[in-house]
């Protein structure tokens, strides 16, 4: 019953903090002048009116998902790993230059090739961090945080001296068959960037669950997230579960860079910012609250954001960045969960009725009318 009441209460925070969001994106707008409903409508439209809107979503998600449950295991194990962006441009690098490396491979070695590339250069991307976590005791936030930029400058001069062809600023495309979109979809989605990928983050957030939930990896990591010094002593290996949770946090991270290398853009550029995949997946994984099918469930939300905040700068002047606004503002009360945990049991908590105090004196009551019956019985025996 207790387990059934924290997962109401993190679904409850989670839905609240969406509707708030909202609220306070509506209030933004009305601040500015525009029309919030209006704006909500051709957002709602944008996102799921049409086959393609509904293919971008998907594609939008697809990436989110592997980041999202990269961010939820390595938080499991008690780990904010602020890496994911730089852990995915490491599983992007590497597998566009698998593809690029064997052209002429069959589609059935080389898919499944690039797509291992970039799984396992997150993984060890993300490694660096869990060894120097796990033995060296130094903080996966600050270490994380640093290499992202040195996935990113490093990313930037092997496109750029390597891969571009002259002075160019972008790797050759991919090979056919080592890419995830097909015609099929683009006809089924009215021409969408919607790929294959999907399938693979569904089958993540499978794995995930098992991996969490059944197996005893999953419980040491869950235990070593819910004190390290109590699992060290009942047994476990507590730097051995720190390097598996990093490794894997970033193998799923890798994963979403491998998406957007092999579905989404089939190259890689010189990127001036670090993907929004990797910060965009920690806010998935909040919103849901590490659970997989929630995490599926955030994605598509943060999809449907991004894809149909574009349609509100064409059907109206309002700006597109309200989306990011709403998007901060639910991570916010997510955050802040605390106060919407501390209102909702006042508005539960009723004031107490009269008669609850008049119950609380009938046990004296009952004790000193007994005591004069004693007294009673005790006068008719003398």
């Known amino acids: 019953m207790r387990i059934k009441n924290l997962r109401f209460g993190n679904l409850w925070i989670s839905v609240t903090s969406v509707i708030l969001g909202m609220l306070v994106g509506a209030i933004i707008m009305l601040l500015s002048g525009f029309n919030p409903i209006e704006n909500y409508v051709s957002l709602f439209t944008g996102a799921v009116g049409s086959p393609n809107a509904i293919g971008e979503v998907l594609r939008e998600a697809t990436p989110l998902i592997l980041t999202g449950l990269g961010f939820a295991v390595a938080n499991s194990a008690g780990f904010f790993n602020i890496g994911l962006a730089g852990q995915a441009l490491a599983g992007w690098l ?3 230059t698998f593809a690029l490396a064997f052209p002429h491979a069959p589609g059935f070695i080389l898919l499944p090739g690039a797509i291992l590339a970039g799984a396992i250069a997150g993984a060890l991307w993300s490694g660096i961090a869990g060894f120097l976590r796990a033995y060296f005791g130094a903080s996966e936030v600050i270490t994380t945080i640093m290499l992202n930029y040195v996935a990113l400058y490093a990313t ?7 891969l571009a ?5 972008y790797s050759p495309t991919i090979p056919v068959q080592a890419r995830l979109r097909t015609p099929f979809l683009e006809h089924l989605t009215q021409n969408s960037t919607f790929h294959w990928g999907i399938l693979v983050s569904l089958a993540a957030v499978v794995v995930v669950w098992w991996l969490m939930k059944k197996t005893t990896l999953g419980f040491e990591i869950r235990g070593v997230g819910m004190n390290e010094d109590a699992s060290r002593y009942a047994g476990m290996s507590t730097k051995r579960t720190i390097i598996s949770a990093m490794l894997i946090s970033g193998c799923l991270a890798g994963l979403g ?4 290398g092999l579905g989404n853009f089939q190259n890689i550029i010189v990127n001036t910012a670090l993907p929004s995949i990797g910060f965009d997946g920690m806010s998935v994984s909040l919103l849901a609250t590490g659970s997989p099918v929630g995490i599926v ?12 905040g574009l349609n509100i700068s064409i059907a109206s002047t309002t700006p597109p960045e309200i989306v990011d ?4 503002a639910v991570i916010f009360f997510v955050g802040a969960n605390y106060l919407i945990r501390y209102l909702s049991v006042k508005l539960r908590r009723h004031p107490r009725q009269p008669e609850a105090v008049a119950s609380d004196t009938q046990p004296e009551a009952a004790v000193a009318e007994r005591a004069a019956q004693a007294e009673e019985e005790g006068e008719d025996t003398k």
């Open 325 to 328: 606004i709403v998007i901060a």
């Open 165 to 169: 062809k002259g002075d160019g600023d």
């Open 156 to 162: 930037n001069a092997i496109v750029k001296g390597f």
């Open 297 to 308: 469930l955030a994605a598509l939300l943060f999809g449907m954001l991004k894809i149909g």
């Open 257 to 260: 860079g491998a998406m957007e």
């Open 94 to 96: 590497a597998s566009v």
